[in-house]
């Protein structure tokens, strides 16, 4: 490369490297918020993906369904007080449920971190992600796993429903999208959720409340 060319290219590196950081007015506001955009969405987001698996390696929880009363300070055992009965007809006892992962279930606008889910790896009391011909994918509790044709069929539940949906009885491996294993940002997800949770029914608005 030329001394020339050179001169070029970190004359442009230095004026890109002042809009992006430095610049203080509405311009490099601007830039600044377009290119983390371009970073996120284009870098970041493909990268993690690549790393774990999953087309959706964090997920917003935009409904109640595994909701826990108290949330981040939920209370395990008078949870399970009222959810007992619901659980008893599963044969899943309050000491299989307390080595689940995610035991305290997560609140509407907690992003969660996915990872892969390979379907012989997959236990009761995992929460998985699939698709159900709904609008977004469900995030549910896994409650029992059987075989079927040389697959492994899955049934679920929310932590927080009274019961299961019709369409989770009988969930195929290969709609699978991934397996929560940690809450990463409770509530944090509301930043987007303000911008689409006033279309929903007004049933399911606003925030949580124990079924």
Known sequence: MSLKKRGNAKNFFRKFWNLLWKDDSFKGWLFSIIFIFVVIKFIFFPLLSLATGTQLPLVIVESCSMYHNGAVLSNFNAWWLSHEDKYAKMNITKEEYEEFDLKNGFNKGDILFVVKAKPEKIKVGDVI????????????????????????????????????????????ENTLEGKAIVKIAPYLGWVKLVFFDWQKPESERGFCREN
């Open 129 to 172: 992600i699939f698709n159900a011909n709904q609008k977004n994918p469900i995030i549910h509790r896994i409650i029992e796993v059987k075989g079927k044709n040389g697959e492994r069929i899955f049934s679920t539940i929310g932590d927080n429903n009274k019961g299961q949906l019709s369409f989770e009885t009988e969930i195929n």
